[in-house]
């Protein structure tokens, strides 16, 4: 099971990739969804990956994404 | 076929600001903000927001102050006793504020332009005075706000709007400047390094006197796309490649070009008496019974 | 009299009779106004109001910072006001002009605060020890956009006391600046000065708001027009910005909001004009020639009245306390009745062009004009109150 949680703020996101680039595990990629601004936002593509470490969240300009450490599982809320 | 988004927030859904730790610091309903897809500034906020919840500071003693252009308008987003001044003198207001109660934590949140350029004679004396200012210095090397002007930054042969045919101007190297003119803490990471930009506006916070941390930070719609440098995230893949940690460098010898290397680091980290402890020593010597400190200055 | 008003800080007030010059009684005037931080920068004539702050405050209680140049003093000041302080800066023409920006911002952002000019002759460098009263319209119009301010002319080293504890007390009151217009002459003129005991003298606290954090608008306002400030380190978390601004203090860049904000910074002042007016009048009544002074020129324009009305003419006096919010309706219900009015400056004529726009016609008006650097000769104010009263 996953140690982390992604959650993603879709509407904030600009589609800079630096997620997508700066996670160390490779768990996002940019969709080809859009928001409603025409962006692509990221989705989670790996998320067993996910460690929950929130660099994502740290890199993220928009404050459009954060990480979360899984309690003791990865199930959606 | 288009992706479908596998999150669990709703479109509209504003994050529980007990959960992602730089949302309790935002005002929330204001964003999205202004910064472009790519922009740095965001980024060196996320850290900013970690380094507040690290080093346990007292937010309701805090204020924030910013100067005009990208940077400043940090100060509109964070849910903070904020300031958002004229061109160049976040930091004598930050003066005032800090003289007329001491108890506050000032940082002054700006622009490469705003604090070396036209507030360059207010940075050198506050550094000078050693006046308890945590300084954070967000550098794209350009005036972006105003639409890709030269800064006193900018690197030597860049191309901007009021430099078309390429800048020929020695830029700045800010550490080695305010260094000389006398801050206590003098750090530069870029918006790369966000656990150590975090760690040192920590460190700062501990500090008492001027500190200056330099941020460097991408601008996608003017300085990368103006000198072909790509986007904002080809300017964070040249930060991790081009970046060299050289704590304790000295600041000479960190000034930066184009495409050259940048050298990170805590440079300075040295103790000076701040500008209130001077003032009150010097008063208490020279006055003595008859020296009166400063009462809490509420008038109200 | 304002029920909000509270009693002095006697720690502040130098009770006594004293021998002083219009620089130094207005120092005095600040500290007994309750004023504890200073920003300046030298500049002749007005140095020597901070350079006694710089001495007097470390044994009330308080500071006094000379910063790098007037463009730092004029917004350090604001950031102490900020922190809580009562704070004001000092200044003459130069200087004035460096710090028209940050007035601005002060009438943008509604600091209470006070700013001190000892007009000099201008303009540039021009006459750093004497006399002028050329900064008169500067000190309404220097900054760029629409906004008001008040603006106080002392003609004297009492008043120079008396009337600066009344700037505090209008910034504190309206949530303006106030540009108190003093001159070389008046600065630097050494006469009595009574400084009453500190219960004898009122003092305007900060409009500070009592509300809940949850409830409280930055720049809202509850029927009246002036909002209710706060102070960083209470935990209101508000958002202060030069930007076009709503009630909450966020940047709202728009038309309707611009339309709002601006056009109620300028009825804050003009629709108190009448309460913030104050000026003295003496032999108003069936007078034909009313002359129209403020500052030094009030007491040599005094000269020359009184020589008038040997002559056996019916002239009037009336002195501009208060220049701005110029006292339109006075002039304009004067005008109806006299003649003319005379206008002696120390400029080529300044004030002299509102008691024309207020006179709307219904009276003459003559300027008695000067390029600056004396002050003028009675004879030639008698000659234009002579003139005026054919």
């Known amino acids: ?46 998320p067993d990956k996910c460690s929950g470490c929130d660099l994502c969240g740290m890199y993220c300009p928009d404050f459009a994404i954060y990480a979360t450490k899984a309690a003791g599982g990865g199930d959606k809320k | 076929m288009t992706d479908c988004l596998n999150t669990d927030l709703l479109k509209n859904e504003i994050p529980d600001p007990g959960v992602n730790p730089v949302e309790q610091f935002l005002r929330s309903d204001r964003i999205p903000h202004i910064w472009c897809p790519g922009c740095g500034i965001g980024t060196t906020v996320n850290s900013f927001a970690r380094a507040l919840i690290e080093s346990k500071i007292d937010l309701g003693s805090l204020a924030l102050v910013s100067g005009i252009g990208c940077t400043g308008r940090v100060a509109g987003y964070v849910k903070l006793d904020s300031f958002h001044t004229t061109h160049g003198r976040a930091i ?24 070396s350029a036209i507030g360059g004679n207010h940075l050198i004396h506050a550094a000078r005075r050693n006046i308890d200012l945590k300084v954070i210095c967000v550098n794209n090397l350009i005036y972006a706000m105003t639409g890709g002007q030269t800064a006193p930054t900018t690197p030597d042969h860049s191309t901007t709007s009021t430099n078309p045919y390429g800048v020929f101007e020695p830029s700045f190297n800010l550490p080695h400047l305010v260094e000389a003119a006398g801050a206590v803490y003098v750090a530069r990471w870029t918006t790369f390094h966000v656990r150590q930009l975090s760690r040192s506006i920590s460190e700062a916070f501990k500090k008492k006197g001027f500190s200056f941390i330099e941020v460097i930070s991408p601008c996608p719609t003017l300085y990368q796309r103006r000198n072909k440098l790509g986007d904002g995230l080809d300017a964070m893949k040249y930060y991790k490649e081009k970046s060299k940690v050289r704590n304790g460098a000295p600041t000479s010898e960190v000034g930066m070009t184009m495409t050259g290397e940048i050298i990170v680091g805590k440079f300075v980290d040295r103790e000076r008496p701040d500008y209130l402890t001077l003032m009150k020593s010097q008063y208490t010597e020279s006055l003595g019974e008859r020296f009166v400190e400063q009462p809490e200055m509420v008038c109200s | 009299m304002n029920a909000d008003l509270q009693k002095a800080d006697p720690r502040g007030v130098l009770t006594g009779v004293h021998f002083m010059d219009g620089d130094h009684a207005c120092c005095e005037g600040a500290l007994a106004a309750g004023s504890r931080f200073a920003a300046g920068y030298p500049i002749t004539p007005s140095t020597e109001v901070v350079e006694r702050f710089a001495q007097r405050v470390p044994t009330v209680g308080g500071t006094f910072i000379q910063m790098e140049d007037e463009l730092a003093a004029s917004i350090t000041l604001q950031g102490a006001v900020w922190g809580g302080a009562k704070a004001f800066t000092v200044t003459s023409g130069p200087g004035f002009s460096l710090m028209m920006e940050h007035i601005g911002y002060a009438a943008m952002t509604e600091t209470p605060c006070v700013f001190v000019d000892v007009q000099r002759g201008g ?145 804050k002042i003009r629709d108190a004009a009448d309460r913030i007016a104050m000026f003295e009048e003496e032999q108003i009544e069936g007078a034909d020639v009313v ?26 006096k009336l002195r501009l306390i208060t220049a701005w919010p110029f006292p339109e309706k006075k002039i304009r219900e004067l005008a109806a009745n006299v003649k003319a009015f005379v206008v002696p400056e120390l400029n080529l004529g300044q004030m002299v062009r509102e008691v024309e726009r207020a006179a709307a016609g219904q009276a003459k008006t003559f300027a008695v004009s000067h390029a600056g650097g004396g002050v003028h000769n009675p004879e030639d104010i008698l000659k234009v109150i002579v003139e005026a009263s054919r």
């Open chain 2, 92 to 115: 004598p207001f930050a003066t005032g504020l800090k003289l007329a109660n001491p108890k506050l934590n000032v940082v002054v949140y700006s622009g490469d332009g705003d604090l």
């Open chain 1, 1 to 46: 099971m996953a140690k982390g949680r992604v959650s993603i703020v879709v509407e904030r996101c600009k589609a800079c990739g630096f997620c997508v680039e700066f996670c160390p595990t490779h768990v996002l990629a940019l969709s080809s969804a859009f928001n409603s601004k025409g962006y692509h936002p990221p989705h989670v593509v790996n």
């Open chain 3, 123 to 267: 303009p540039s460098t021009g006459l750093p020890t004497l006399p002028a009263q050329a900064d008169m319209m500067q000190a309404k119009w220097g900054s760029h956009g629409d906004y008001e301010i008040i603006a106080l002319c002392p003609n004297s080293p009492q008043e120079c006391f008396d009337l600066t504890i009344t700037a505090f007390n209008l910034a504190e009151e309206y949530r303006v600046p106030v540009m108190f217009m003093m001159d070389e002459c008046v600065g630097h003129m050494t006469e009595k000065v009574v400084i009453p005991p500190a219960d004898q003298i009122d003092v305007m606290p900060r409009k500070h708001t009592r509300k809940s954090v949850e409830d409280y608008l930055p720049y809202g306002t509850n029927g009246d027009q002036v909002p209710e400030m706060a102070h960083a380190g209470e935990g209101y978390n508000f958002h202060v910005t030069g930007l076009t601004h709503d009630e909450r203090g966020y940047p709202n860049m728009t038309p309707p909001v611009q339309d709002k904000l601006v056009r109620r910074l300028q009825s």
């Open chain 3, 291 to 316: 002359v129209v002074s403020y500052g030094i020129t009030s007491r040599v324009a005094q000269r020359a009245i009184e020589a008038a009305r040997k002559k056996g003419l019916r002239v009037g």
